[in-house]
């Protein structure tokens, strides 16, 4: 799946459904009595030649430039029973011959994911936490997105739990994004420095549409832009309709933000449609 961890190989407990090569490192039973108690392991490798003759779109002299760029990921999936799990990741990404190496291109051997998950479900709805270093994403990943594209996706030490009951589902988070850094292995970090946080509700109405509307905050202490400097702290209000009737599909998002750095406002706005 696009996300290594959400991937369910409980079923390979069933000896006559490994038939297929590797299927011995996808579920290693830890349990004889308990088929939802296995280890799987298992191996990304993406990749990809880009070439861009517009650097800098026709300003500042930018020149063509072509690369390649490189990520290698292998992770441990340790499900102990139904309710927990932990998954651990580790990650290399790589660029060769780029011009100019940025965040997003280049991070040496490093730890990409870490987190402790538990999901219950009661009569009343389900509820699930994950605690540690995890990647989340919403919608169509306009706003808050994994960053898939570049070479190196975006990922945050937090706090996560959500409920969902019926059409409802409630979810709540904090978190400080990582930052990465390409000097030596296993330098990422993340601090109070920066913090990003949400409170989200979804509901399904008129059948399988999605009605949904966050709040987040967003805080940054030591904010740098060209016309302003100091304490960055930004409320965002987001609300999103998406569905499909009658031979069309539509995904309607707008979002709002207010707030400030140092003593100027921020007023900023978007909308996306498709």
Sequence with gaps: MFNRWQENWSPLANPALRNEPGDSLKYIALS??????????????????EFNDAAGFGVG????????????????DIHFNEHWQLF??????????????????????DLRLAFLAYSHSFDAGTFKARIGRQEFAFDLQRFVSLRDGPNVR????????????????????ISQPVQYAEAHPFDDSSSGHVRFSMLRVERQVFG?????????????DNARYIDGSGRELRHV????????????????EAMAQRG??????IRAWAIGTR
Excluded: C
């Design 32 to 49: 004889a009595n308990n088929p939802a108690s296995y280890l799987s392991l298992g191996v990304n490798l993406r990749e990809r030649v």
């Design 154 to 173: 975006q990922a945050f030490d937090a706090v996560w739990a959500d409920w969902e009951t019926g059409r409802w589902r409630f979810i709540g988070f």
């Design 237 to 252: 209000f987001d609300t999103r309709y998406a569905g499909a009737a009658r031979g069309f599909d539509w995904d309607l």
């Design 61 to 76: 002299g930018g020149r063509s430039d072509s690369y390649l760029i490189q990520r290698l990921q292998a992770h441990v």
């Design 260 to 265: 400030s750095v140092d003593a100027k406002d």
């Design 208 to 220: 399988n549409q999605e009605l949904s509307a966050y709040y987040s905050l967003f805080a940054r």
């Design 88 to 109: 651990t990741q580790l990650e290399d990404a790589r660029d060769a011959n780029k011009r100019t190496t940025t965040p997003v291109d280049k991070n040496p051997l």
